[in-house]
């Protein structure tokens, strides 16, 4: 069984820079594609970025685009999300999961992963 813990997360002022990691147990993220996902209050959970195994092409959502790297260290079994300039709109829960299948794209649609983590949230203030 696979398990991933986010880390990281806090509260800063809009403009800073957080950095989320993604530590995974259980079974390897090599072959994998990985996520991020947000769920802000009241809200339903998002895709924000996603990254492919491999050549670790990846994939930003509008809102993360310009703002946010996702990056992943095989080798310390971890996946990351460098998030800067950040806007009080990024307040949410974050989750890092992991695809269902092997060898594949990163994509935005939840279905596609398997594995979760609990969540690190994040709040930005004004």
């Known amino acids: 069984q696979v398990e991933l813990v986010e880390s990281g997360g806090g509260s800063v002022q809009a403009g800073g820079s957080l950095r989320l990691s993604c530590a995974a147990s259980g079974g390897s993220i090599s072959r994998y594609a990985m996520g991020w996902f947000r769920q802000a209050p009241g809200k339903e959970r998002e895709f924000v970025a996603g990254?492919?195994?491999?050549?670790?092409?990846?994939l930003y959502s509008n809102s993360a685009e310009g703002r946010f790297t996702i990056s992943r260290d095989n080798a310390k079994n971890t996946l990351y999300l460098q998030m800067n300039s950040l806007r009080p709109e990024d307040t949410a829960e974050y989750y890092c999961?992991?695809?269902?299948?092997?060898?594949?794209?990163?994509?935005?649609?939840?279905?596609?992963?398997?594995?979760w983590g609990q969540g690190t949230l994040v709040t930005v203030s004004s």
């Open positions: 990254i492919k195994w491999g050549d670790g092409r990846s």
């Open positions: 999961a992991r695809a269902r299948f092997p060898s594949g794209l990163a994509t935005a649609r939840e279905i596609d992963y398997q594995y």
